[in-house]
């Protein structure tokens, strides 16, 4: 949580600029522009990512270094006020993303029963010789190194979209994007991956200070 907000901080800046004249001015909605010479087009649309295979190659690497870049941000921002807000409204996106992960946290420390059974067949599985432990605390960075893989995708396939559709666009470049970005078309299943990992990093450190203090005694 903390370090999403740390990360999500650093966008302040980016919002302060769209304020600023000289956004206004180099994201005039009446201008014209070559959609290959668009920023985040350019970033995203490079020989390698036209291939589905090298294109997830290349965004796992992306996540490790500038996961989310200005050109993303400002384009994202863009897309969501055109379709929720008004055109040119001054509605501040960092904030919202912030309340946003705010509400996120409150679903995944919710402990449900489906959670619960995970933690009752890691016990069960907990036989010696087997290993359980060590094969199970591979899962949480298995599953958010795909995570990040995944949304890093979703960004890339946009801009992918517009350059197939568009050869000129006005002002910003705008996205449109759907559940059939994500995984069998359910966003709601990389929060419910997010929840899942958290509770098996708790349950596991748990577990594993409990083995520690009870081998003590």
């Known amino acids: 949580m903390a370090l999403g907000r740390l990360k999500i901080r650093r966008w302040k800046e980016w919002e302060n600029e769209t304020r600023s004249l000289n956004y206004e001015f180099s994201h ?3 201008r014209f522009r070559l959609v290959r ?3 985040f087009v350019k970033e995203h649309t490079t020989l390698w990512d036209m291939h589905p295979v090298l294109l997830y190659f290349v965004c796992f690497f992306h996540q490790f270094f500038r996961s989310v ?3 993303d941000y400002l384009t994202l921002r863009h897309g969501f006020i055109n379709v929720h807000l008004a055109s040119g ?3 501040n996106f960092q ?3 912030k309340r946003s992960l705010e509400d996120d946290f409150k679903v995944v420390v919710v402990i449900r029963p489906l959670l619960w059974a995970s933690a009752v067949v890691f ?3 907990n036989v010696h010789g087997w290993k359980e432990l060590f094969w199970v605390s591979l899962l949480p960075p298995i599953i958010l190194l795909a995570i990040g893989t995944n949304l890093q995708a979703i960004i890339a396939k946009m801009a992918i979209e517009i350059k197939e559709k568009h050869a000129v666009v006005q002002g ?3 996205v449109q994007l759907s559940d059939n970005h994500f995984w069998f078309k359910n966003p709601g299943l990389v929060l419910s991956l997010i929840h899942f990992t958290l509770f098996m990093n708790a349950f596991q450190l748990t577990y594993f200070f409990w083995i520690w203090v009870w081998n003590l005694s």
Do not use: C, G, H, M
Request: no cysteine; proline share 10%.
């Open 28 to 30: 005039d909605p009446s």
């Open 69 to 71: 870049r200005k050109a």
């Open 89 to 91: 409204s001054k509605f």
């Open 95 to 97: 904030k919202y993303i």
């Open 172 to 174: 910003v470049p705008l």
């Open 123 to 125: 016990l069960l599985l």
């Open 37 to 39: 010479e668009t920023s």
